[in-house]
Nanobody, 121 residues
């Protein structure tokens, strides 16, 4: 059973930085595509950034040039470096793992419990 545990959230002033971490266990980390999502009350969960098994990345337009997603396969850990944070970045951030298996590309995915990021002065 895959387990994802996020850490690194907290309260930061506008313009500040945080680094989120997601510890992965229960499977071979290197074969999973990974992502960070965020959600605020009353809104749908949205993709922030994603990284594939070969290291290709994708970002939401709202975080491009400010956030960087990375993975360390040796440490089974996913990261999200967040710079120049804005109040609109306030949300619960979730780690997500996904892989597709077999001829019919059956999708397996897991979520972490989330970590709160609050950007406020």
């Amino acid at each position: 059973q895959v387990q994802l545990v996020e850490s690194g959230g907290g309260l930061v002033q506008p313009g500040g930085s945080l680094r989120l971490s997601c510890a992965f266990s229960g499977s071979s980390f290197r074969i999973w595509n990974m992502g960070w999502y965020r959600q605020t009350p009353g809104k749908e969960r949205e993709l922030v950034a994603a990284i594939t098994v070969v290291g290709s990345t994708n970002y939401a337009d709202s975080v491009k040039d400010r956030f960087t997603i990375s993975r360390d396969n040796a440490k089974n850990t996913l990261y999200l470096q967040m710079n120049n944070l804005k109040p609109d970045d306030t949300a619960v951030y979730y780690c997500h793992a996904e892989k597709k298996v077999g001829f019919f590309a059956t999708t397996y995915d897991y979520w972490g419990q989330g970590t709160q990021v609050t950007v406020s002065s």
